[in-house]
């Protein structure tokens, strides 16, 4: 057929990007998983020793046991939890609930190492509310614990199972729980024989996905339970890297393969579930007053209390604790802190090393951001509005690494850029490979932004464009992109802040002299630098909540601006 | 400006056939209708012409370019059919001023700066929003934004105009005026010009012909009066207007030209003149409820002339509407008059009845 879709060549190009890049860091990884020897090494055969001398390891197993149970509380504590949350502060007038609203969603944008060491400072040993807990309270409570640490895992989750919740019953239609109180129901019942069992599928959906969360977390074993040899598949795994007597072993590309193949059959899982609860979820979809439920006032103050207890508990000490750390020469509840009052961590941090790793993690973030940004919104018109082949494939390829463990992202990468040189080896040997694998992590989000904005402009806007004479770049760049202005900017937003704040992947791909705050952070901190690394995460913190609060204000203003439309 | 040839086109839906071997040509100058109810595929049809759906079969042009045809391969781009085309949803973009809007066709076509703005204006001034060319599209009115999306339909001078449902969004009384002044507009440029709508009102004021289609096919092409009074089918009857269908059956035909036939429902007899039947055959008659003659006189003499119970009696301003029974077959008449009493005398004149075929 003749000029079927004009743009083809551009198009096509976008797509090869995306499947190379998503697969990049897959395929070498998976061929290294059955090779004798590390893939740059001569006299390599095909086996799959690899896979049984990792089952055969006794740390492996214990660490896989450990992996389970942690996920496992994980995930039941914080679906318990969020669901709660989101229930209260959606459909009872529990004090405060539209401040919780947005507080108890606000630690998914905060920086996850910043979070763990904030949580080590007060909750590990040595720790203000460790004493408390421990010796007050006398309650045996160890951080460093698989318990423990899923104790931090299930403040990191709650969030996402609360973001997720919150979301459905919103678009819960208000008229199936009004016309259960016109047929004589009282709220409450209301509440339990309606809303909560249409929040199932959610339940569902928030749980499949903070367990897959929880099976591949880096940051927690790796500061909180492998110092005391409490280990998970993804610690195990980063220790076996970095400490094997013949370096890069395949056992770990099997072991990384296994968890690839583990958090893929998890998220296929997830959509096929969803593919067919989504039905039944997304009714009516109007998200007009709905019923509250009445608590009374000493209920109402009572689990405002609990829901305060809980940020305070979770989020606001343990960055406040960080703060402090961050200013002192050591914290400890033996000493008051004013006596250590110090500036010295944030002197350290403003020179040298750190001082650099803070400039490549911006360098990262924003380059990263923007280039990932304009992909992200390449693809998704691709993907949603034109008429080329293979468009169809792209929702899954920016999907995909979703799927992936960061820490395979950052394996997978170590061997793509061995095998494909140039440019691996510049890659490597630059701050570059490292903004590579953390941008290619960050898609997904991109992805989510940017189809949730195409969804709300209608067809017929690109319709018009090309029916007055516009091609699929024209109509794109000079009509779409522009409506979708405010999305772009946020989407960059978000992977700034993503990029900004995740180190799992390169903690494989860090080279002398190309460190990232994260990597940094976490060496200094085996090493027991507590003051300069709690200043580093302060410096996230802060760069975040100014990224965030500049978004937050161009909605403002887009919002009064077009209050009219 | 030339005229567009839709021929033998279809088009599949997974397994549903959306459009079923259509034909139909808009001539020079015309204002041609596609009429159905939603789902018959006159909207699939006015986006094949547009280049929005690619039909599976057949072949559309305009004047000499062809825009589609399965048997040359040929399948040119939306952007390359130079049509103009206002959205059922106007889709005015709203980051762009109504003057941004409407010189975005012209910019594409890389047109001089000051020749931009005086065609712009210009043509902002022929659907009178001259006044409004630095407003957003949020700050205009639903009719203003119809205007605006006409403006941008035609400041590049398309060789047609496509038009799908675009009143559908104002209210009665606005959607009154925006017809009349369309009409004038497209006499006045003399506008080849192909409007969808689901509403008989505009199709039967508007149009020079048109097309009725329903389920994917189309059912009957002509003037508006054709269609009214000489529907092809009893669904083009009953879609266009009110319309009574009285199943019956040929007794007998006289020479004359009179036909006597039976009425299923209630057994009468009734007499057609004009037409051609053989005794024994099985008909639908479509009766127009204005075509129904009342009085409450029981003095009435000539053919088909029945006592009718009143069933219901509503008032809708400018006439009653009466739903009649006469011994078993509901009949529906419109009358200007009231008409008291339980019951009146209905005549249904010969030439009122249309003979469907069955």
């Given amino acids: 057929m003749r000029r079927l879709v004009p743009e083809t060549p551009l198009q096509a190009a976008i797509w090869v990007l995306v499947l190379v890049c998503v697969l990049a860091p897959v395929l070498p990884l998976v061929y290294a998983s059955v090779q004798s020897k590390p893939i740059y090494a001569a006299g390599r055969v095909f086996t799959l020793a690899a896979y049984q001398q990792l089952f055969a390891d006794p740390a492996f197993r214990t660490a896989a046991v450990n992996t389970l149970e942690f996920a496992a509380m994980t995930t039941a504590c914080s679906v318990v939890l969020g669901a709660s949350f989101a229930v209260l502060c959606s459909r009872t007038d529990v004090l405060g609930r539209r401040a919780y609203s947005v507080l108890l969603i606000a630690p998914i944008v905060l920086p996850p190492l910043g979070v763990i060491l904030g949580w080590n400072s007060l909750y590990g040993p040595g720790g203000y509310a460790h004493d408390f807990i421990t010796q007050t309270l006398h309650l045996p409570f160890n951080l460093a614990s698989v318990p423990g640490m899923a104790v931090l895992g299930t403040a990191v989750a709650v969030p996402v199972v609360f973001l997720v919740c919150r979301a459905t019953l919103s678009g819960i239609d208000s008229a199936l729980e009004n016309s259960a109180r016109s047929v004589g129901a009282s709220p409450l019942r209301v509440l339990g024989r309606v809303t909560v069992p249409m929040l199932r599928p959610a339940l569902l959906n928030s749980g499949l996905l903070v367990f897959t969360l929880s099976i591949e977390s880096l940051g927690i074993p790796l500061v909180l339970g492998s ?13 076996t890297w970095s400490s094997a007597f013949t370096p890069d072993p395949p056992v770990v590309s099997a072991g990384a393969t296994l968890l690839l193949a583990c958090a893929c059959a998890l998220l296929l899982l997830r959509s096929r579930l969803l593919g067919d609860q989504a039905r039944f979820v997304s009714i009516g979809g109007r998200a007009a007053a709905a019923g509250q439920v009445q608590l009374g006032t000493f209920l109402r103050f009572i689990l405002g209390g609990v829901l305060g207890l809980y940020l305070v508990a979770t989020t606001i000490a343990p960055i406040a604790a960080l703060a402090l750390s961050s200013v002192v020469s050591e914290l400890t509840p033996l000493i008051a802190p004013w006596h250590l009052l110090t500036l010295a961590n944030w002197r350290t941090i403003g020179q040298g090393q750190f001082a650099h790793t803070i400039q490549n993690t911006v360098e990262i973030a924003l380059v990263g951001g923007i280039a990932t940004a304009m992909v992200a919104a390449l693809a998704t018109a691709i993907a949603h509005r034109s008429g080329f082949r293979m468009r169809r494939s792209l929702p899954f390829l920016l999907l995909f690494p979703r799927a992936i463990p960061g820490i395979i992202i950052g394996i997978g990468f170590f061997w793509t850029f061995l095998l494909v040189n140039p440019p691996g080896s510049s890659l490597r040997n630059s701050i570059w490979g490292i903004a590579l694998a953390l941008s290619i992590r960050s898609l997904t989000l991109a992805y989510f932004v940017m189809s949730a904005a195409f969804a709300t402009v209608g067809e017929p806007l690109d319709n018009a464009a090309r029916s007055a004479g516009a091609n699929w770049w024209t109509t794109m760049t000079r009509v779409i992109f522009p409506i979708l202005r405010p999305a772009l900017f946020a989407s960059f937003i978000l992977l700034f802040i993503s990029i900004l704040n995740d180190y799992d992947p390169a903690l494989f791909l860090v080279t002398p002299g190309h460190e990232i705050m994260g990597v940094t952070m976490l060496d200094a901190a085996q090493q027991g630098t507590n003051g300069p690394v709690a200043a580093l995460a302060m410096v996230q913190v802060a760069i975040t909540i100014v990224a965030i609060a500049a978004c937050a204000r161009l909605f403002a203003s887009r919002i009064s601006g077009h209050q009219h439309a | 400006m030339p005229d567009i040839t839709v021929r033998s086109v279809s088009k599949t839906f997974g397994h549903e056939r959306a459009l079923n071997d259509i034909s139909f040509s808009v001539r020079d100058k015309e204002f041609l ?190 003037t508006p009066e054709d269609i009214y009074h000489r529907p092809a089918t009893r669904f083009v009857a009953e879609f266009l207007g009110g319309c009574n269908i009285l199943a019956a059956r040929a007794v007998t035909v006289a020479t004359s030209g009179a036909t006597e036939l039976v009425l299923h429902a209630n057994g009468k007899p009734i007499t057609l003149s004009g037409v051609c039947l053989a005794a024994g055959e099985e008909l639908q008659l479509a009766v127009r409820p204005e075509a129904v003659e009342l009085t409450s006189h029981e003095s009435a003499m000539g053919d088909n002339i029945f006592q009718a119970e009143v069933r219901s009696i509503s008032f809708l301003g400018d006439h009653y509407l009466y739903e009649l029974d006469i011994d078993g077959l509901a009949l529906t008449v419109t009358d200007a008059r009231s008409h008291a009493g339980p019951v009146v005398t209905v005549r249904i004149p010969p030439s009122a009845c249309r003979v469907l075929p069955s």
């Avoid at chain 2, 065609?119 to 022929?126: D, F, H, M, Q, S």
């Fill in chain 2, 33 to 222: 209708t596609l009429l159905g109810p939603s789902g018959c595929g006159k909207t699939t049809t006015l986006m094949s012409i547009a280049g929005f759906q690619r039909p599976d079969q057949g072949m559309i042009s305009c004047g000499d370019r062809t825009f589609f045809d399965r048997a040359g391969k040929v399948y040119l781009a939306a952007e390359d059919r130079n049509l103009g085309m206002v959205f059922q949803s106007y889709a005015i973009w709203p980051h762009l001023t109504v003057f941004g809007n409407v010189a975005f066709p012209l910019r594409i076509r890389r047109m001089k700066k000051g020749a931009i703005r005086r065609r712009v204006l210009e043509t902002l001034e022929l659907v009178e929003m001259a006044g409004y060319a630095e407003r957003y599209p949020h700050e205009l009115s639903g009719g203003q934004q119809q205007r605006v999306a006409l403006a941008r339909a035609l400041v590049y001078a398309p060789a047609v105009l496509l038009l799908d449902e675009p009143f559908s969004n104002l209210d009665a009384k606005l959607r009154e005026r925006a017809r009349t002044w369309l009409k004038h507009l497209q006499t006045e440029l003399g506008l080849t010009t192909l409007f969808v709508t689901h509403d008989q009102d505009e199709a039967l004021s508007l149009s020079d012909r048109i097309v009725v289609m329903d389920s994917g096919s189309v059912l009957q092409v002509g």
């Fill in chain 1, 227 to 239: 110092p005391q040899g409490h280990d998970l598949i993804s610690s195990y795994l980063y220790n």
